[in-house]
């Protein structure tokens, strides 16, 4: 059974700094892996989709990186500020899972000014 | 262009009753997914169709059904009400099977509240 595990669950940094924010996933046989955006109450914001034969995906100030064979996805924010302040969620579209993409429980980060 | 589209924004219903909501896919989608985002829980899978027909379900209970019309919308239908269903409803659509990137976008949702 696939199982996805973010770390750490609550990040605190000063506005300006680069973070990573970390995704594990037990089952290497994904279809894709792709990180959003939470705001509070609100629904999901697609950041990056990162296919199983890409190692990484940029989008301004994030990258995100994938590496299948340990189960693992990074999220890098460089220059954090104020506005990044969500809740980041990873996701995988296991390889037989017919639409079911499975989540990790999130980030939830907060940049300070 | 319009994302997805989900109505009613909040919803309060009473332990037994019945509750609809409803999604509009982006243009040009086929596929549309519910997922359950209960407190504490994380986000859970419901439903996906596309083209107008059941293609999975997730681990829920046969109260929680739903449709999907010609047009690609779709209303998720809840019945007999529980307490433990207050959560956050999101809908998801993607271009649907056959022409998928697998990438999926998410509406704003429906907050459903059992009393």
């Known amino acids: 059974k696939q199982e996805v595990t973010q770390i750490p669950a609550a990040l605190s940094v000063p506005e300006g700094e680069n973070l990573v924010l970390n995704c594990s996933f037990t089952?290497?046989?994904?279809?894709?892996l792709q990180w959003f955006r939470q705001d509070p109450g609100k629904g999901l914001t697609s950041l990056l989709l990162i296919q199983s034969s890409q190692r990484e995906q940029t989008s301004g100030r994030l990258n995100a990186s994938l590496d299948k064979s340990s189960g693992r996805s990074t999220l890098y924010i460089a220059a954090s500020q104020p506005g990044d302040s969500a809740t980041y969620l990873c996701a995988v579209l296991h390889g037989g899972s017919q639409g079911n993409l499975i989540f990790g429980k999130g980030t939830k980060l907060s940049v300070k000014p | 262009e319009a994302g997805v589209t989900q109505s009613p924004t909040h919803l309060i219903k009473t332990r037994g009753q019945q509750a609809t909501l409803r999604c509009s896919p982006i243009?040009?989608?086929?596929?549309v997914y519910w997922y359950q985002q209960a407190l504490g829980l994380g986000l859970q899978f419901l439903l996906w169709y596309d083209e107008g027909e059941e293609r999975n379900r997730g681990n829920f209970p046969p109260r929680f059904s739903g449709r999907q019309f010609p047009n690609y919308s779709s209303e998720l239908n809840v019945n007999a009400l529980e307490l433990e269903d207050s959560a956050l409803y999101l809908c998801?659509?993607?271009?649907?099977?056959?022409?998928?990137?697998?990438?999926?976008?998410f509406g704003e949702g429906s907050r459903l509240t059992v009393l």
């Open positions: 089952d290497s046989a994904i279809y894709n």
């Open positions: 243009s040009g989608h086929t596929s």
């Open positions: 998801a659509s993607s271009l649907g099977v056959g022409r998928d990137t697998g990438e999926l976008f």
